[in-house]
């Protein structure tokens, strides 16, 4: 099994900055992609940043400039620094990683279960 925590959502004021971390642990053999979705109440979930294993990134169009992604290999972590929140940011942040368990299996998509964030003043 393959586990993702979530960790460091909270309430923000408008134009705060907030950083969150993502930690993967469990029957690892490699990752893939790493990535960061949200959803707002009453609306589907929708892709933040992602980051491949080589560091090459895709970002939201609403995000772009304000958002960064990174990830440190070595301790299968990612992060997303968030700045010049906005309250339409307000959302749980899914965390998603494509996983390989064994030399032999394919990559699956595994899910952490979320943190709030909540921008308001």
């Known amino acids: 099994q393959v586990q993702l925590v979530e960790s460091g959502g909270g309430l923000v004021q408008p134009g705060g900055s907030l950083r969150l971390s993502c930690a993967a642990s469990?029957?690892?053999?490699?990752?893939?992609?790493m990535g960061w979705y949200r959803q707002a109440p009453g609306k589907q979930r929708e892709l933040v940043a992602v980051?491949?294993?080589?560091?090459?990134?895709n970002y939201a169009d609403s995000v772009k400039g304000r958002f960064t992604i990174s990830r440190d290999n070595a301790k299968n972590t990612v992060f997303l620094q968030m700045n010049s929140l906005k309250p339409e940011d307000t959302a749980v942040y899914y965390c998603?990683?494509?996983?390989?368990?064994?030399?032999?299996?394919?990559?699956?998509?595994?899910w952490g279960k979320g943190t709030l964030v909540t921008v308001a003043s």
């Open positions: 998603k990683a494509v996983v390989r368990t064994n030399i032999h299996g394919g990559f699956m998509d595994y």
């Open positions: 469990g029957n690892i053999f490699s990752i893939n992609a």
């Open positions: 980051i491949t294993n080589v560091g090459s990134t």
